[in-house]
């Protein structure tokens, strides 16, 4: 048989309804340029023997995400398909879940339609954490809104710095909050003595609950550098 010398390599970015085709000879290796970040691509690649054509060959991988470098960074879970375990923002990372949590939903919310939603064993703390930011994190404030179920059985919430998203041994806690109410309550956090510092960190939250059963719910995340207004007790 004849050695296969040439191939025909497609991508398309996920949803798109047309791919990019590019002919590739004498090696079968092609490298892709100018993707977007944080966007799933799908690639077929077909041999083409001259006279005739294998089936494809399909694979799909994302892009990296980009490290925030614009403030404010803002996050109100409101553009994602919600009330799935795949209702989770781009860029952002879950180390732990616990029934697919932390997700966003509809149930509540503080801007409609949809907040995030974590639940957790009493033993296992879920966490959410943000992509990373270009701003050395003493520099940087920031402000949500939180809504528990329970002022005692949703257990606290805590606020922390991480250096890897995936590797919960990074966590550096930073704030830990006990509502008083279950009504939606506003909270300003600073990062300026913390004990980790520097670039490229990331903000975590987590939740420690006394009950497997109960919720918090986060919305309207704003990270912006520190303008000097006090943090809330």
């Given at each position: ?63 990296q995400c980009d490290v925030i470098t614009t403030l404010p960074y803002t996050q109100n879970f409101d553009n994602i398909s919600s009330g799935s375990e ?148």
């Amino acid at each position: 048989s004849d050695e296969i010398s040439a191939w025909v390599l497609e991508y398309q970015a996920e949803g798109s309804t047309t791919w990019t085709v590019e002919n590739v000879t004498s090696t079968p290796e092609y490298t892709i340029n100018n993707l977007a970040t944080a966007t799933t691509y799908n690639v077929r690649v077909k041999s083409d023997c001259g006279n005739e054509e294998s089936g494809y060959q399909t694979i799909s991988f994302t892009t990296q995400c980009d490290v925030i470098t614009t403030l404010p960074y803002t996050q109100n879970f409101d553009n994602i398909s919600s009330g799935s375990e795949s209702a989770f923002p781009n860029c952002w990372a879950r180390p732990i879940q616990y029934s697919g949590y932390p997700y966003a939903v509809t149930a509540y919310s503080h801007s409609t339609p949809a907040s995030l939603r974590f639940q957790s064993l009493t033993t296992s703390p879920t966490t959410a954490v943000t992509p990373q930011f270009a701003e050395d994190i003493h520099n940087l404030q920031l402000n949500f809104w939180l809504k528990a179920e329970s002022t005692t059985l949703s257990g606290t919430f805590e606020v922390g710095v991480m250096t890897d998203p995936n590797d919960v041994s990074s966590f550096t806690g930073v704030w830990t909050i006990q509502p008083t109410s279950t009504s939606w309550t506003e909270y300003t956090l600073n990062f300026d003595t913390t004990a980790i510092s520097g670039t490229n960190k990331h903000i975590a939250f987590r939740q420690h609950s006394n009950s497997s059963i109960y919720y918090y719910w986060l919305d309207d995340v704003v990270i912006d550098l520190n303008n000097g207004s006090s943090p809330t007790d």
